[in-house]
């Protein structure tokens, strides 16, 4: 999955209004935040004019810098699918950033809550893709007919922003939020599930705290890998056979602490777990 740092993103975005050395000291904020384990003031404050492409571009210098290190990609992630969330926000689109293959986590292995700054957890319906897909030009039928099976998923969600104080600008530069990664073990052909209406229940050391079904991820999951092939596809990337696409919540986040369990039990689909060392394991 090639990444081109400099190359700009859709046209519809607006032009860049940063120069180069804001987009590189942005960038390197943000990156000190992983390892000082110490959140930083939203950028769209302390880099008045941020738009959404330097965002991008921003968000990418991150990725170069980790893929230069020996990191894999191992897929991409979809935010910002409710609409409710895109009410709250004042757009009108999704984001979209990327998955590395260490960052994601067995279930049969306590997730360490320490790694993260301010995580949230989150369930999805994930796929991996059965045949690589490239836009522009991807609909409905061709990202089906490239989707080997679905997953249950959930989703650690992360943020190098001072207490989740973020705008669209925020959360793109900071690879839209993401942490982490556990994937349910039993691939589920697409056949025997309707994506729209596959619902769950998301419980927190046995109680409920969410319950969603996929119509709130843009209509259907489908549509939100029809939306990022297409945008990446712009951009010169490919979608890779045996990617994980990450296409949005079912729900709203729940907060997680260490020794919490999180699972998500889907219809048809089964269930994903993930368990949250205790802070005397870490």
């Known amino acids: 999955m090639s990444i081109n740092p400099s190359c700009p993103n859709r046209s519809d975005h607006v032009s860049p209004q940063l120069g180069e050395a804001d987009r590189a000291d942005a960038a390197l904020r943000l990156l000190q935040a992983y390892e000082s384990g110490v959140a930083i003031p939203p950028l769209t404050t302390t880099q008045p004019g941020l738009t959404v492409e ?7 210098r991150q990725v170069a810098r980790w893929t230069a290190q020996g990191r894999k990609i191992a897929g991409h992630k979809v935010g910002l699918t409710s609409a409710a969330i895109q009410r ?4 009108d689109s999704p984001d979209y950033g990327h998955l590395f293959a260490d960052s994601f986590h067995l279930e049969s292995q306590p997730v360490p809550v320490g790694a993260y700054l301010n995580p949230r957890i989150e369930p999805e319906i994930g796929f991996v893709l059965r045949t690589p897909l490239a836009g522009p030009g991807v609909t409905v039928a061709s990202a089906l007919d490239a989707i080997g099976y679905a997953v249950a998923s959930l989703e650690i969600i992360d943020s190098r922003i001072e207490d989740w104080r973020i705008s669209l600008p925020d959360t793109i530069a900071d690879n839209a939020s993401s942490g982490g990664v556990v994937l349910g073990s039993v691939p589920v052909p697409l056949d025997t599930l309707d994506l729209r209406t596959t619902g ?3 419980r927190r050391n046995g ?3 969410q319950t969603g079904a996929g119509a709130a991820v843009l209509g259907s999951p489908v549509n939100a890998l029809v939306w990022l092939a297409n945008t990446v596809g712009a951009l010169g990337v490919r979608l890779e056979a045996g990617a994980v696409v990450l296409p949005g919540a079912l729900t709203a986040a729940v907060d997680v602490s ?3 369990t999180v699972t998500a039990t889907f219809a048809h689909l089964g269930s994903v777990t993930a368990t949250f060392a205790a802070a005397s394991q870490e």
């Open 54 to 60: 330097d965002a991008y571009d921003i968000q990418l």
């Open 88 to 91: 709250q926000l004042g757009v």
């Open 200 to 202: 769950v229940v998301l």
């Open 207 to 209: 109680r409920i705290e």
């Open 258 to 260: 260490p020794g919490d």
